[in-house]
């Protein structure tokens, strides 16, 4: 069975402060997949970013950079220099076989200017 | 631009009293979901289509069921609402699911 492990439910910073999520996932596949997801407030689901099991590069994109350890289950996702449009739920994703996703709890993040 | 849409944005509906709620996309992606989302809740997988295949979850209840009359389009069905059914209703799309899925805007049901 899938499982994703989002611990912080909610994280408030300043803005211009970084802010990293944690996400910690159980597989027994041996292929899979990582995805992070925003969710502001108007609901839409937004792709941030995808990982296959076989690519442990990090990587980084302007504000975000993303951390996937394989051996310890994690793909954490740190925004530098906040903003308030950053302001959002997160949400961590593991896609095995089946086309499904599984979601974790998530997190939300509140920026105050 | 190529994307997701789902009609409507919001949707109220009495309780009992069936609903219907549309999904289009214009990616060409042989994948759809309906996912359920709740108030501060994880989306929560309802069924998929893998083209014409319907996959439903173990616990999603019978008064849910959806239909896929082509490539593009995706309903779900709700027979008769109850008060618990009040919720964000996302449809998303993948090809194949190692892209990511995409997600459409939402359509927030109410049940009065």
């Known amino acids: 069975a899938q499982k994703v492990t989002q611990a912080q439910t909610e994280i408030s910073v300043v803005e211009k402060e970084d802010v990293t999520l944690d996400c910690v996932y159980e597989?027994?596949?041996?292929?899979?997949?990582l995805f992070w997801y925003k969710q502001p407030p108007s609901g839409e689901l937004v792709f941030l970013i995808r990982?296959?099991?076989?690519?442990?590069q990090n990587e980084i994109s302007g504000r975000y950079s993303w951390n996937f350890q394989k051996s310890t289950s994690s793909f954490n996702f740190t925004i530098t220099a906040s903003q308030v449009v950053d302001s959002a739920v997160y949400f961590c994703?593991?896609?095995?076989?089946?086309?499904?996703?599984?979601f974790g709890g998530g997190t939300r993040v509140l920026v105050k200017p | 631009d190529a994307m997701v849409i789902q009609n409507p944005r919001y949707q109220v509906t009495q309780f009992g009293k069936p609903v219907t709620l549309s999904c289009s996309q214009t990616l060409n992606h042989n994948v759809m979901y309906w996912y359920q989302q709740k108030s501060s809740q994880a989306p929560k997988l309802l069924f998929h289509?893998?083209?014409?295949?319907?996959?439903n979850e173990a616990d999603t209840p019978d008064n849910f069921q959806s239909r896929r009359p082509n490539t593009s389009f995706c309903f779900l069905d709700i027979r008769s609402p109850g008060l618990g059914d009040a919720a964000m209703y996302l449809c998303?799309?993948?090809?194949?699911?190692?892209?990511?899925?995409?997600f459409g805007p939402g359509t927030r049901l109410t049940v009065t």
């Open positions: 597989t027994r596949d041996t292929t899979y997949y």
């Open positions: 998303a799309t993948s090809r194949p699911l190692s892209r990511g899925q995409y």
């Open positions: 994703a593991l896609g095995a076989a089946g086309n499904k996703l599984t």
């Open positions: 990982r296959n099991s076989f690519d442990e």
């Open positions: 289509y893998y083209d014409k295949d319907f996959n």
